[in-house]
């Protein structure tokens, strides 16, 4: 039912999550139960739960407080409206390896299942008390928002600067990852006054997540990763090997050309993979994703040791090497 997490984790507290998960979604009436269902049947890395209970057990033994499984399902059920969403803002046909949600049935279903899955998180929240992260949600899907707004106003601007990529996918990405870190620590008493360390930790974590999401885009292989390859510059958004290549001598122009030409067929975009190794442009990216990693890692020198804070780092390790 999904693909495996990053580390091959078998934390007992995420088989919680996903049966608390399928019981909400379940809970739906009539269509919107059976629409919802398949989209959470899709799988995926479980990435965002992962976090909140690691970051919770960070201080807690060896077992997440209560608290942190609601926080857990709703930080999950956020990331999949968001999913959903953007596979209508981006037109896309696949998902975790099946059809999207527009795909199989139309954009406005799909919105409207997204609104859905919004207002369960909120709800399971709310249910439990849990006010401060629900502000802490609240306030990433705000930027989410804000960040795929600028992607959009951005698309095929070749005089966009690599600040403006980091900022964009700090919102778009990092921020949820960010505040599933403080959520986490935010369950126990003792991990409030560590709150800014994990939040930082989950930004820097987010950041290399995204770059090598990107990095993905370009070299991944479709069955893998569950949808097609070369999608970025198809939609105009300009990831960072490809802000990097515009500063390249070499394929600079031809680059900027194509950018101005809002064209991206599929000839365009098998060159584009094949320059973007060549002109040192993919290792870049590559090298920036790492940098992130060893940031993130850095975030926990104030954590107390023990062995969820090393599940922590190794997955910031992991997410850099991963093929999917």
């Known amino acids: 039912m999904g693909r495996k997490l990053p580390l091959n984790m078998e934390l007992p507290e995420l088989k919680t999550v996903e049966e608390e998960l399928y019981k ?9 139960r059976d629409i919802c269902l398949y989209a ?11 976090l909140v209970i690691l970051s919770s057990r960070c201080f807690n033994g060896s077992v997440a407080p209560p608290e942190s499984i ?45 609104d859905n899955l919004f207002a369960k998180a909120f709800k399971i929240l709310s249910k439990n008390r849990l006010y401060e992260v629900l502000d802490l949600m609240v306030e990433a899907i705000e930027d989410m928002c804000s960040g795929e ?19 964009k996918i700090s ?24 709150a800014t360390y994990l939040r930082n930790f ?11 999401d ?28 490809m802000l990097n290549l515009l500063r390249s001598p070499k394929y600079g122009s031809w680059f900027k050309n194509v950018l101005e030409g809002k064209q991206a067929n599929s000839e365009i975009i098998t060159e584009l993979k094949r320059v973007i190794v060549e002109s040192g442009a ?16 850095a975030s926990l020198n104030n954590i107390p040791a023990n062995e969820s804070k090393e599940k922590l780092s190794n997955l910031a390790l992991k997410v850099v090497e991963r093929t999917y």
């Open 171 to 194: 919102k778009k990405t990092a921020k949820l990852l960010a505040v599933c870190c403080q959520a986490g620590s935010l369950a126990t008493s003792a991990g409030k006054e560590y």
């Open 202 to 212: 989950g930004l820097n974590l987010g950041c290399a997540f995204q770059i090598t």
């Open 24 to 32: 909400i979604v379940a809970d739906s009436d009539g269509p919107t």
């Open 40 to 50: 959470l049947q899709a799988g995926g890395k479980r990435l965002r739960p992962t």
């Open 149 to 167: 707004i600028e992607q959009a106003m951005d698309s095929f601007n070749h005089e966009q600067e690599e600040e403006s990529y980091y900022r």
């Open 70 to 114: 609601p926080a857990a399902v709703a930080a999950e059920l956020i990331h999949l409206a968001s999913l959903i969403h953007d596979d209508i803002i981006d037109n896309s046909g696949m998902r975790h390896g099946q059809k999207s949600l527009n795909s199989r049935w139309n954009n406005k279903i799909a919105v409207l299942a997204g």
């Open 214 to 241: 990107d990095i993905l885009d370009l070299t991944g292989q479709k069955k893998e990763l569950g949808k097609p390859t070369g999608l970025d510059l198809a939609q105009g958004t300009l990831t960072l090997p």
């Open 282 to 297: 993919l290792q870049y990216a590559v090298e920036k994703a790492a940098s992130f990693a060893t940031a993130a890692i």
